[in-house]
């Protein structure tokens, strides 16, 4: 029973990552299917790994390894963090558009509603894009804050892509113009 309510609290918590975003795959149920899980009762923690994937309607984390461990209330996991060459996180938005992210690590903590991207991490919404060594996303108050690696003097970088035009909205060409 412990671990059933575990297992349930800690894919609750991984969904809440885009709370804010998609706010109808909260409703739906969670699957999550790995090669192996290990549930260890004595220190509250549950390993998942072999291929894991966690879906709950548009959302979806894919990682090759799922750690969740318990906070001050030992019977909820608080810290979720996923592993992977990289762990992936794609939502579908209420708007139609979609939000990833990607990193070596991902770790989401519930308690503080913050989730970390180290190594390789990047976040895409729309046609934006931000890289970088280390992306922290502030879900209470929707700030994100990224940074470079010191050690390789690796810096951040953002990419703004123009919206595209529909033909109606596009300039008339010379040619057109002079035809009139």
């Not at 209470?140 to 010191?150: C, D, L, P, Y």
């Amino acid at each position: 029973m412990l671990k059933r309510f575990l297992i349930l609290a800690s894919l609750a918590a991984v969904s809440q990552l885009a709370v804010a975003q998609g706010e109808s795959d909260f409703e739906k149920p969670i699957e999550v299917s790995a090669g192996h899980e290990h549930f260890d009762i004595k220190n509250n923690q549950l390993l998942l790994t072999d291929n894991v994937i966690v879906t709950q309607g548009s959302l979806r984390i894919e990682a090759d390894r799922l750690e969740a461990s318990g906070g001050e209330a030992k019977d909820q996991a608080d810290t979720f963090v996923a592993h992977g060459r990289p762990a992936v996180y794609t939502q579908l938005l209420e708007n139609g558009t979609e939000i990833s992210a990607e990193a070596d690590q991902i770790t989401y903590f519930q308690s503080q509603g913050r989730i970390e991207l180290k190594g390789n991490a990047q976040i895409t919404q729309g046609s934006s894009l931000s890289r970088g060594d280390t992306i922290v996303y502030d879900l209470t108050n929707q700030h994100v804050s990224a940074r470079g690696s010191k050690e390789s003097g690796e810096r951040v970088t953002t990419i703004f892509n123009p919206n595209k035009q529909s033909e109606k909205e596009q300039p008339e060409t010379e040619q057109q113009q002079k035809e009139q």
